[in-house]
């Protein structure tokens, strides 16, 4: 569970946004790492903890060439409820279940904000396969026996080189298949990409999908933020938000068609029982 704390600073975080429009990368994570010392709280990485919740939950955005801003007030309309994405509403009973996300049953759009209806599964059979996207990846003759992988026992999957600076790879030696990684300017989601990737081809899970309970339970690391953005779309219709337990992401209210898209989306890796 998120610590209040933690939530403080991301309605500081979204105020500064929304004050100051799109910001740098960096000077985001100078914001989050002063913020973390002066209040003395304590994590590893004080932008994954206060800035990147709300980029997964998308009141932020990717505005290009490594700035973020907020994201264009949006409502979301359930017919029974109604999801008010950075714009409160005036004159009806809401509640704010996130930092910029507000829920209510009734519709009010004096301001002409977008009203939209969502269908995840639709969404999600746009979206290539994890292998295609990581194929399409640029070339490298990279010696892949410099590299560091990050799944040391079978060294395959996303490895990285710190030489004149941090570069990323997806590599498979005994294929002689090596791609470079997009730097988090250019592509945000290009790591978590690669690294689903990677747990397919080391036959590891990117998680498991109780039928019965309609719960889909996913790794926190390396899950890619547009993937969880659809599948919050989706716990949405149920009333409900992703939530975040330990290592793990919890999305309730999930359909098994929009478990199948994904299913296929990440190569088949998900379980099911």
């Known amino acids: ?73 949006l409502i979301l309309n359930y017919h029974t409820h109604f999801y008010y994405i950075n714009y409160r509403p005036i004159g009806c009973k809401y509640q704010e279940v996130s930092v910029g996300i ?54 395959r999957g996303v490895a990285e080189l710190e030489k004149e600076g941090l570069k990323r790879f997806f590599s498979i030696p005994e294929e002689v298949y090596i791609r470079e990684l997009p730097s988090r300017t250019i592509n945000p989601d290009a790591f978590a990409i690669a690294y689903c990737y990677g747990r397919v081809i080391n036959d590891e899970s990117n998680g498991t999908y109780y ?23 989706e716990t949405m219709a149920s009333r409900y938000l992703p939530e975040k337990d330990g290592d793990s992401y919890i999305f309730n209210g999930v359909s098994q068609p929009v478990v199948n898209e994904l299913n296929r989306i990440l190569c088949k890796s998900i379980k099911y029982e």
């Open 211 to 233: 039928k019965d309970k309609k719960e889909l339970v996913t790794s926190s690391f390396a899950m890619p933020f547009m993937l969880y953005r659809v599948l919050q779309l």
């Open 102 to 155: 507000y829920i209510s049953n009734t519709l009010v759009n004096d301001n002409g904000i977008k009203v939209i209806r969502v269908d995840p599964r639709s969404i999600l059979k746009r979206f290539p396969s994890v292998d295609k996207v990581v194929d399409a990846f640029p070339e490298s003759m990279q010696d892949e026996t410099e590299l560091k992988y990050y799944n040391w026992k079978n060294k």
């Open 1 to 73: 569970m998120t610590d209040k704390r933690e939530i403080e600073v991301q309605s500081i975080l979204y105020v500064w946004l929304s004050k100051l429009g799109k910001r740098r990368l960096e000077s985001i994570k100078a914001s989050c790492d002063y913020m973390a010392k002066s209040r003395n709280i304590i994590v590893s990485n004080p932008i994954w903890a206060f800035f990147w919740p709300m980029v997964f939950s998308g009141v932020v955005d990717y505005a290009g060439r490594g700035y973020y801003s907020l994201t264009e007030p």
